[in-house]
Nanobody, 124 residues
Framework: QVQLVETGGGLMQTGGSVRLSCAAS????????MGWFRQAPGKDREFVAT????????DYADSVKGRFTISRDNTKNRMYLQMNSLNPEDTAVYYC?????????????????WGQGTQVTVSS
């Protein structure tokens, strides 16, 4: 089983930065790739970024490429999302997710475990 807790959200200003963290409590499995997704009000949940188990492979949505950086620390069972140059379109609940497969994935249905989410609001 995997339990995921996201932290770091809040109210930010346009152009600002924030780092989200995802802490994982793991029993009985080896965590594979991890990902960040987000859901804005009235919209579907969408892919933001993903990182392989080793951390050697990453992938980003076009909307965040060059502004967001995903990373992980397997010794601490943590994943991070450094978010720079924030804009109001980044306002959403951000979710971390884990899959048992080791390769990256953009697809929501391929993830096995999800956190409860953390709200990020970017004011204009």
């Amino acid at each position: 089983q995997v339990q995921l807790v996201e932290t770091g959200g809040g109210l930010m200003q346009t152009g600002g930065s924030v780092r989200l963290s995802c802490a994982a409590s793991v029993t009985g499995i080896i965590m594979g790739a991890m990902g960040w997704f987000r859901q804005a009000p009235g919209k579907d949940r969408e892919f933001v970024a993903t990182i392989s188990r080793s951390g050697g492979s990453t992938d980003y949505a076009d909307s965040v490429k060059g502004r967001f950086t995903i990373s992980r620390d397997n010794t601490k069972n943590r994943m991070y999302l450094q978010m720079n140059s924030l804009n109001p379109e980044d306002t959403a609940v951000y979710y971390c997710a884990v899959r048992t497969s080791w390769g990256t994935s953009r697809e929501i249905y391929t993830y096995d475990y999800w956190g409860q989410g953390t709200q990020v609001t970017v004011s204009s």
